[in-house]
Nanobody
Framework: QVQVVETGGGLVQPGDSLRLSCTAS????????MGWFRQAPGKEREFVAT????????LTADSVKGRFSISRDNAKNTVFLQMNSLKPEDTAVYYC???????????????WGQGTQVTVSS
């Protein structure tokens, strides 16, 4: 069984940085792609970033490109989302997910965490 837990959310001011972590249990972790999605109030969940199993390839949404970066540490079963220059429109619940395809489509991810709240407000 695979469990996914996100941490690192919180309340920050515009322009601040925040790093989210996602730790997964289960033997399949090193061989699965990891993605971050987010859902703002009243909106559908959207893709943020994803990274392949080796860490050698990433995809990032245009809305966060240049500000957010994704990385992973397979020795620690953890993937990170570094978020810089945060804006109020980045406010959302951020979800981590594992899948066997490197894709921006959430339906292709098999395991999901419960999410962590990120609020950007002055």
């Amino acid at each position: 069984q695979v469990q996914v837990v996100e941490t690192g959310g919180g309340l920050v001011q515009p322009g601040d940085s925040l790093r989210l972590s996602c730790t997964a249990s289960g033997r399949t972790f090193p061989y699965m792609h990891m993605g971050w999605f987010r859902q703002a109030p009243g909106k559908e969940r959207e893709f943020v970033a994803t990274i392949n199993w080796s860490g050698g390839r990433t995809l990032t949404a245009d809305s966060v490109k240049g500000r957010f970066s994704i990385s992973r540490d397979n020795a620690k079963n953890t993937v990170f989302l570094q978020m810089n220059s945060l804006k109020p429109e980045d406010t959302a619940v951020y979800y981590c997910a594992l899948g066997v395809r490197l894709t921006t489509t959430e339906k292709n991810y098999d395991y999901w965490g419960q999410g962590t709240q990120v609020t950007v407000s002055s």
